[in-house]
């Protein structure tokens, strides 16, 4: 089933803390669901709207310097695999360079291959970061410089 991708709205962001787990599994991630990033920055919070509710989301804003960051990205359980993530992605970075944007960033643990490798995939370079996150606490951090091409495999 086709989703459409729109502006997120709190509405939708209460739904997909309803489902959380549809989307995030065992991690539990409700506390990086900042009401006051889509409220703030609703052209780079978007939503992919089915019939069937959200199949996925990307939380994301511009920063002064001209950085389009991702601070969350998901798909539902039912719709990994279907190329929406790259989707989101591009609709973000499409909204993010009308805003200025020139480059894109997001960061992630370590221990997420998952993530590691669907942003390598997209053309982002990771590089691990010491002490990103506080002390001890390195992150992988990803950039790219725009446009994403995130039509290729």
């Not at 960051?69 to 039912?78: F, K, P, S």
């Not at 221990?111 to 390195?138: C, M, Q, W």
């Amino acid at each position: 089933m086709r989703s459409q991708i729109t502006p997120a709205g709190t509405t939708d962001l209460h739904q997909v803390l309803a489902d959380h787990h549809r989307y995030w599994g065992e991690r539990d991630l409700r506390s990086l669901h900042l009401l006051a990033l889509v409220q703030e920055f609703g052209e780079t919070c978007l939503v992919a709207r089915a019939e069937d509710g959200i199949h996925g989301y990307i939380i994301g804003f511009v920063t002064p310097a001209g950085t389009g960051y991702v601070h969350l990205i998901a798909t539902r359980d039912d719709a990994r695999g279907t190329g929406l993530g790259r989707r989101l992605y591009r609709a973000f970075a499409d909204a993010a360079h009308r805003q200025g944007a020139l480059r894109l960033k997001a960061i992630t643990s370590l221990g997420n291959t998952g993530s590691i490798a669907f942003h390598r995939r997209l053309g982002f370079d990771a590089e691990i970061v010491d002490d990103y996150n506080g002390p001890g606490k390195a992150m992988v951090v990803f950039q790219c410089v725009l446009p994403l091409d995130a039509a290729q495999p």
